[in-house]
């Protein structure tokens, strides 16, 4: 992960694709367990209609001005619009979820 | 770098001002807090940080600006002729936008504030800065929910800016009974500006106060400031003290007859001159020909009119056989009229200290400095007029204040708290006797000379000002009247006597 690299994991059908970046500042604890938690997620939920982007902000430090990223793990949903951000090492699966308009929020407020 | 100093440097602001109270600038490699309310110019104070730091120290600077995009950053600044596109297009200048908004961002687990640490190490990097600006970063706190890693986090970047050897200021709200809302100045120990912007009586007054400065004298007064055209200057200047030159030279007040009553020479160089008097006994008139006198000598002459504008003054004196106009074409004489009361007091001062800078008088005077007094609450006024007077005799110019007494009120009782710091008093007041009104002048005290205790009458004449003839009775049935009128008027000390017998000297 140290550098700059794209997952991709390509479906069949012609379903919108999920464009998500997850921003990280080295091989840290946190940005392991965040780029395996959302791996699990989109896994279980987008199969197929995913592709994951992980910038390290070490390797890249100016690509964080643009997704105004501050806080570090980050993951910054591209496609479909719009734009949404979710900060942490994405321990909940409930509020990934949310984050990313996979869930609505009363769904989540009667799961917890 | 030069994070482990032993010795206490400092990075001068270049702000006009500040770097005089804080005694040469921000602590070196330290951070600053800077605090204050909304709109009392914690953003410009910071911004003009970096741009002296750039123009006149060459020490590149980063902005990181929570609140304000670069555009409008730009814009707002604009307004005080820095040019930030150039700054950063010359690589001297950094700014980061830094947007957070709480309802774009969901949260789970755990995080830290890296990216920003990484976003302001970056900008540092490419451009080699010395200075740093974070402004205000207490927006964190509204815009992540986890309190505990912020402070966390706030604290490693304090050290982290320390750790780099940057000059910092870090911007903050001021808070309930604390100097700022979420408690800033507990991790910035070395200095913490505060920042004030009042309105009393509809006017707006801003000042500065050096909260705490480790390891370093500073001055403690609140001290007003100026936000002008040219940026911020912070009004000084307690620090001259009373370290000024006095000059032995003499200059004549424009009135060969008052001269006479002050040794014959007329006023130190230098020296603070007090005229006050009752409405319409010629306080404008005696400073006119005062300034005109000294337009006659080739120096340079400054009006301060408070009341009138120049056209109308300039009219009104032709009436007595003072023609201005020559010396304005020679640019000689320089008025400045303003309301006073359309400013506050402090940016009232503060506009008169950069007006005689750029006009560099000999001689000054303020027509009337009783405006002052009314507009503001009082008890600032005497340090006001205090540090203009230090200021003035540091320049050596010769300065005549005017002063309207209340009909009611004591004629000098008035001017006590500033005649202590005037070196010279006259004083007008309108004598009636015989059914006729008329006008004394008299010198109440002018330091260092034997001046005249005569109490003259005052002439406003086609050609002039000239003094007719000593008091020496007569007033006494006008006295009488006066002192029917207002009890508390002055009555001894104007001389007194039988039936309107005056003396040619």
């Known amino acids: ?112 | 770098m030069n994070s482990n100093g032993n010795s206490l440097r400092k990075t001068p602001t270049g702000i006009e001002g500040l770097d005089e109270i804080t005694n040469g600038g921000l602590p070196t490699g330290r951070t600053t807090l800077v605090c204050g309310s909304a709109g009392s110019g914690k953003t410009v104070l910071g911004m003009e940080f970096l741009v002296h730091g750039i123009v006149d120290y060459g020490e590149p600077g980063v902005f990181m600006a929570f609140e304000e995009t670069e555009k409008d950053l730009a814009q707002n600044v604009a307004s005080f002729g820095y040019d930030l596109e150039q700054l950063q297009k010359d690589g001297k200048l950094a700014i980061d936008h830094v947007f957070i908004e709480r309802s774009e961002i969901e949260e789970t687990g755990e995080y830290d504030l890296e990216g920003l640490f990484i976003r302001l190490g970056s900008a540092v990097d490419t451009i080699g800065a010395k200075r740093v600006v974070l402004d205000t970063i207490e927006v964190l706190f509204a815009g992540l929910r986890n309190q505990s890693i912020i402070r966390a986090e706030l604290r490693r970047l304090f050290r982290w800016l320390k750790d780099r050897g940057l000059t910092a200021i870090v911007t903050g709200e001021r808070g309930d009974g604390a100097l700022s809302r979420y408690g800033l100045e507990e991790y910035v120990a070395d200095c913490v500006i505060l920042l004030d912007h009042r309105v009393t009586e509809q006017l707006s007054t801003r000042r500065l106060r050096v909260v705490k400065y480790r390891g370093s004298l500073h001055g403690t007064d609140e001290y007003p400031f100026l936000m002008s055209e040219s940026g911020i200057s912070v009004l000084p200047v307690t620090s001259i003290g009373l370290s000024h030159k006095a000059s032995a030279e003499r200059i004549s007040s424009g009135v060969a007859d008052l001269d006479g009553m002050l040794a014959v020479k007329g006023f130190f160089r230098g020296s603070s001159i007090l005229v006050s008097g009752t409405a319409g006994t010629g306080k404008s008139s005696l400073s006119m020909t005062f300034l005109k006198t000294a337009c006659e000598r080739g120096e340079r002459a400054l009006y301060f009119g408070f009341e009138e504008s120049t056209d109308q003054l300039v009219r009104n004196m032709s009436s007595i056989g003072l023609d201005l106009q020559p010396w304005i074409d020679k640019e000689l004489l320089h008025f400045h009229n303003v309301r006073p009361s359309s400013l506050g007091l402090e940016a009232h001062l503060a506009s008169i200290h950069q007006v005689i800078k750029r006009v560099d008088p000999n001689v000054v005077v303020l027509d009337p400095i009783t405006n002052f007094i009314t507009s503001s609450e009082g008890g600032g006024v005497k340090s006001m007029l205090t540090r203009l007077v230090d200021f003035l005799k540091m320049r050596q110019i010769t300065t005549m204040f005017t002063h309207l007494s209340s009909l009611g009120g004591r004629l000098e009782s008035t001017d006590e708290a500033i005649s202590s710091i005037m070196d010279s008093w006259l004083l007008l007041r309108d004598v009636e006797h015989k059914g006729r009104r008329s006008c004394a002048l008299y010198v109440l005290k002018s330091r260092g000379m034997a001046h005249s205790h005569e109490m003259r009458e005052f002439l406003l004449t086609d050609d002039g000002i000239r003094l007719g003839g000593i008091y020496t009775e007569g007033l006494d049935s006008a006295d009488k009247r006066l002192a029917a009128k207002r009890p508390a008027t002055q009555g001894a000390a104007s001389g007194k006597g039988g039936n309107g017998g005056r003396t040619k000297r």
């Open chain 1, 1 to 112: 992960m140290g550098e700059q690299n794209a997952k991709q994991e390509s479906g069949q059908e012609p379903q919108a694709l999920w464009l998500l970046k997850l921003y990280v500042a080295g091989q840290t604890p946190k940005s392991i367990a965040a780029f395996a938690n959302l791996k699990r997620i989109c896994e279980t939920h987008l199969k197929g209609q995913y592709q994951i982007e992980v910038v390290d902000l070490l390797v890249n430090p100016t690509l964080a001005k643009g997704d105004q990223i501050v806080a570090v793990p980050s993951l910054v949903r591209q496609l479909p619009p719009p734009v949404k951000k979710i900060i942490g090492d994405l321990a909940s699966e409930e509020r990934v979820l949310v984050g990313l308009d996979l869930r609505s929020a009363q769904a989540v407020q009667t799961g917890e």
